[in-house]
């Protein structure tokens, strides 16, 4: 290819033109370097995905639904069903406004204490959210804790680990968590039980649930340890600690998402079992669980409503969040691509 220079060595006035013409045409940059982020991330596998997926999309909107108005419940719901000043026991048992003897003040009635089961639900909901995210981050914590040491360490440790996770999968993870909440509901006393409930919970279900990411992080280890950068960090001498933290980890976490967000819907329906049960939060701050139960005694005397609305909103909930787990496998995993 002739530069500028090769002209000005045959013709100096094509080599005048030639800078002119160069000093004329604009300067484009590369199609890379103008794409912004946002784009760069639409055009990404894992979005497309998500819009090519009418399902996942309809989930999508359904959870983000559900979790604005559980987390603003105090601003949306139309009335405050804990506090026990706006409460009328003579609005009791009231059927959804559009039966004949509803009233137009609660949408879709009211319980056996007389709270609007809207308000109560978007409050239920709430707390259940609350007990499943802080399952979720500490059974992941703990399991991904324990899998990394498993995975690299290997030996004594390796075999300890995984057969404490084997005897607990072994066993249903609805019963581990009536165990330890049994347990525990014996340690101390009542009050002190229900005052720490959430926290009792929070325990019970994420320790039913760490083997999973345990097993999982621990099978991501076993490959990415006799890697060539995790041998380049041993040879520049690198601690164990370092090496886990800084480079193994960053590196097993994409099924870790993926099992965080399918048991996220597992700890929402563990917690309801829980209360339903008569172990989870007490009636006057109840949770989804707490609500059926309360209502499955009214069921059989045309009291419909008091349960079949948590439960529907239970379900549409759970369903929701294992559609959108179901999707972010398929979406992060390189042989469906």
Same mark, same amino acid.
């Given at each position: 290819m002739?530069?500028?220079?090769?002209?000005?060595?045959?013709?100096p006035?094509?080599?005048d033109?030639?800078?002119?013409?160069?000093e004329?045409l604009?300067?484009?940059?590369?199609?890379?370097?103008?794409?912004?982020?946002?784009?760069r991330?639409?055009?990404?596998?894992?979005?497309?995905?998500?819009r090519s997926?009418?399902?996942?999309?309809v989930a999508?909107?359904?959870?983000?639904?559900?979790?604005?108005l559980?987390?603003?419940?105090?601003?949306?719901?139309?009335?405050?069903?804990? @506090?026990?000043?706006?409460? @009328?026991?003579?609005?009791?048992e009231?059927?959804?406004s559009?039966?004949?003897?509803g @009233?137009?003040r609660?949408l879709?009635?009211?319980?056996?204490?007389?709270? @609007?089961?809207?308000?109560?639900?978007?409050?239920?909901?709430?707390?259940s959210l &609350?007990?499943?995210?802080?399952?979720?981050?500490?059974?992941?914590v703990?399991?991904?804790?324990?899998?990394?040491?498993?995975g690299?360490?290997?030996?004594?440790?390796?075999?300890?680990?995984?057969?404490?996770?084997?005897?607990?999968?072994?066993?249903?993870?609805?019963?581990?968590?009536?165990?330890?909440?049994?347990?525990?509901?014996?340690?101390?006393?009542?009050?002190?039980?229900?005052?720490?409930?959430?926290y009792?919970?929070?325990?019970t279900i994420?320790t039913?649930?760490?083997?999973?990411?345990?097993?999982?992080?621990?099978?991501s280890t076993l490959?990415?340890?006799n890697?060539?950068y995790?041998?380049?960090?041993?040879? &520049?001498?690198?601690?164990?600690?370092?090496?886990?933290?800084?480079? !193994?980890?960053p590196n097993v976490m994409?099924p !870790?998402?993926?099992i965080?967000?399918?048991?996220l819907?597992?700890a929402?329906?563990?917690?309801?079992?829980l209360?339903f049960?008569?172990?989870?939060?007490?009636?006057?701050?109840?949770?989804?669980?707490?609500?059926?139960?309360?209502g499955?005694?009214?069921l059989?005397?045309?009291l419909?409503?008091?349960?079949?609305?948590?439960g529907?909103?239970?379900?549409?909930?759970?369903?929701?969040?294992?559609?959108l787990?179901?999707?972010?496998r398929?979406?992060?995993?390189?042989?469906?691509?």
């Open positions: 002739w530069s500028i220079r090769d002209c000005a060595l045959i013709n006035l094509g080599a033109m030639a800078e002119q013409t160069a004329s604009p300067l484009t940059e590369s199609p890379t370097r103008t794409q912004s982020t946002f784009y991330i639409w055009d990404s596998d894992v979005c497309y995905s998500f997926s009418k399902v996942t999309i999508a909107v359904v959870t983000a639904v559900i979790f604005f559980a987390i603003f419940a105090p601003w949306v719901a139309p009335h405050r069903p804990f @506090d026990v000043a706006t409460i @009328d026991l003579m609005d009791a009231l059927p959804p559009w039966e004949q003897e @009233d137009s609660f879709i009635g009211t319980d056996n204490l007389g709270r @609007d089961l809207l308000s109560t639900i978007l409050y239920g909901t709430r707390i &609350i007990v499943g995210f802080l399952s979720v981050i500490f059974g992941l703990v399991g991904v804790t324990l899998g990394l040491m498993s690299y360490m290997g030996g004594y440790v390796d075999a300890f680990i995984m057969r404490v996770a084997e005897i607990q999968l072994s066993i249903p993870g609805i019963l581990v968590a009536l165990l330890l909440a049994g347990t525990l509901r014996g340690v101390i006393s009542a009050e002190a039980y229900n005052e720490a409930i959430i009792v919970l929070v325990l994420g039913s649930i760490w083997p999973q990411f345990a097993r999982t992080v621990r099978g490959v990415e340890r890697k060539e995790v041998l380049a960090a041993r040879v &520049i001498g690198l601690s164990r600690f370092s090496i886990m933290l800084r480079h !193994v980890l994409g !870790v998402l993926v965080a967000t399918i048991n819907a597992i929402i329906l563990t917690e309801a079992t209360s049960l008569g172990v989870g939060v007490p009636p006057t701050q109840p949770s989804l669980g707490t609500l059926i139960n309360e499955q005694n009214y059989f005397s045309g419909w409503w008091i349960t079949i609305f948590p529907a909103v239970l379900a549409i909930l759970v369903l929701a969040v294992n559609l787990g179901d999707w972010l398929d979406a992060l995993n390189p042989k469906l691509r």
